[in-house]
């Protein structure tokens, strides 16, 4: 569905007296030099992306992928226009999960159409933000462009925040005294980690193309803005790959610990089978039916030999004790 069309002028929102549908009438309104529509998508149909492609001329490939989505995060040429896709981030806490959205662009001289898909890449936000900043908006779709992408690299930024608070957690949990279960949660937020890094990684080069002013579509005096969005992204990328490792040396650690504790419980099982071996081996000596056997016949025996498994046992237990086996 479209969500909102419009026409700006010198950076400024120009009622018109059209639907916001009738993307053919809207598009006539543009006379000016500077001036532009925006037109923003949230997971058209179809048919509502087919009118919007024929409206603007877009290229038939570039309409196909921002269709279906699940595209990798790229920059495109198509005749005179860009296409350019974003991968959108937003974590669940509840869940240590990172849920991903959606969002291609169509750049032309004249126009910027966005389309969204998934719940969490909401740009009317954006929308209202630049409308208040009619002095970034007279650079055209290129404000437009680096507005969505200063936003979903925000976004980026929040999601690693939350991954390493819950990293930190994994940590503590790891090291502490207690025995700990972590291993499946520190698979969870490695295969998390990695979603991240497919959405930040690809967009690395797009956004040093823009922030270098190489590409043809975009305004140069827009390049200092992006120069900051690709600051951020790779801020985000690093915190990704140092999450990513501390996770990996956590994992060593929680086997490490695993196997001292293992060695632990056999020290202490073999300590259990030591003070028990002893006094069975003098029972199992005294118990043989032999008719001669030393101290068979005296009265204190019997006595004897219970003073002599728990003189062993104790002996044996003061010795694993200093040792630290039990």
């Not at 909102?4 to 000016?32: F, N, Q």
């Not at 996770?247 to 028990?276: P, W, Y």
């Amino acid at each position: 569905m479209i969500v909102d069309s419009a026409l700006y002028r010198k950076g400024v929102r120009v009622p018109v007296d059209c639907s916001p549908h009738e993307l053919h009438e809207l598009r006539t309104k543009v006379t000016d030099d500077g001036d532009f529509v925006w037109v923003g998508l949230h997971e058209p149909s179809e048919a509502e992306l087919e009118d919007v492609a024929i409206a603007f001329g877009l290229h038939h490939l570039a309409v196909e992928d921002a269709l279906h989505a699940h595209q990798r995060p790229k920059l495109e040429r198509y005749e005179d226009s860009l296409f350019l896709v974003l991968k959108t981030l937003w974590y669940v806490d509840e869940r240590d999960a990172v849920e991903t959205g959606e969002i291609n662009i169509f750049v032309g001289e004249d126009f910027i159409v966005t389309v969204r898909h998934g719940i969490g890449s909401e740009l009317h936000s954006a929308r209202r933000d630049l409308e208040s900043r009619a002095s970034v908006l007279t650079h055209g779709p290129s404000a437009v462009v680096y507005a969505v992408c200063d936003r979903v690299v925000d976004g980026y930024l929040d999601v690693v925040e939350s991954l390493e608070e819950d990293v930190d957690e994994v940590e503590a949990s790891v090291f502490s005294a207690e025995r700990t279960k972590d291993s499946e949660r520190i698979y969870t937020l490695k295969r998390e980690i990695s979603e991240v890094r497919r959405a930040v990684t690809p967009l690395r080069e797009p956004m040093r193309r823009f922030a270098a002013g190489q590409v043809t579509g975009i305004d140069h005096d827009a390049a200092p803005f992006f120069r900051d969005v690709a600051d951020h992204l790779t801020r985000a990328a690093e915190m990704v790959d140092s999450l990513d490792g501390l996770l990996s040396t956590a994992f060593d650690a929680h086997l490490a610990a695993i196997s001292v504790q293992q060695n632990e419980d056999m020290r202490k099982i073999s300590a259990g089978v030591g003070l028990v071996a002893a006094p069975t081996l003098i029972a199992g000596v005294y118990g043989m039916n032999f008719e001669h056997m030393p101290e068979l016949g005296w009265w204190f025996g019997y006595p004897m030999s219970l003073m002599l498994m728990a003189a062993t046992s104790w002996a044996l237990w003061i010795v694993f004790k200093r040792s630290g086996w039990l």
